[in-house]
Nanobody, 120 residues
Framework: QVQLVESGGGLVHTGDSLRLSCAASGLTFSNYVMGWFRQAPGKEREFVGRIRRSGNTYYADSVQGRFTISRDNVKNTVYLQMNSLKPEDTAVYFC??????????????WGQGTQVTVSS
């Protein structure tokens, strides 16, 4: 079965950096657009960014210039490099996979999430 497993979360301070990883298995990774989402306590899940098969990336305005998504199609892993972290970045971060031809909001698979906490 398909599994997406996030790792790398933790407790950091304002201005610190953190890199999240999402290891995928059970799917042909190179056929999927990979996305990152986050959900803060009491808030709805929000889009963070995505990376296409080609490596093309797109980010939410709130993280543009601070976060970078990359992928390794040999290791079947997608990364989220987060720099200049702010307390408002505190959330559970999820990775998701969307088959390349599906509509942009229809992700097929989701990970279990990893907690990121940024203290001020």
């Amino acid at each position: 079965q398909v599994q997406l497993v996030e790792s790398g979360g933790g407790l950091v301070h304002t201005g610190d950096s953190l890199r999240l990883s999402c290891a995928a298995s059970g799917l042909t990774f190179s056929n999927y657009v990979m996305g990152w989402f986050r959900q803060a306590p009491g808030k709805e899940r929000e889009f963070v960014g995505r990376i296409r098969r080609s490596g093309n990336t797109y980010y939410a305005d709130s993280v543009q210039g601070r976060f970078t998504i990359s992928r390794d199609n040999v290791k079947n892993t997608v990364y989220l490099q987060m720099n200049s972290l702010k307390p408002e970045d505190t959330a559970v971060y999820f990775c998701a996979a969307r088959f390349w031809s599906k509509p942009i909001n229809e992700y097929d698979y989701w990970g279990q999430g990893t907690q990121v906490t940024v203290s001020s």
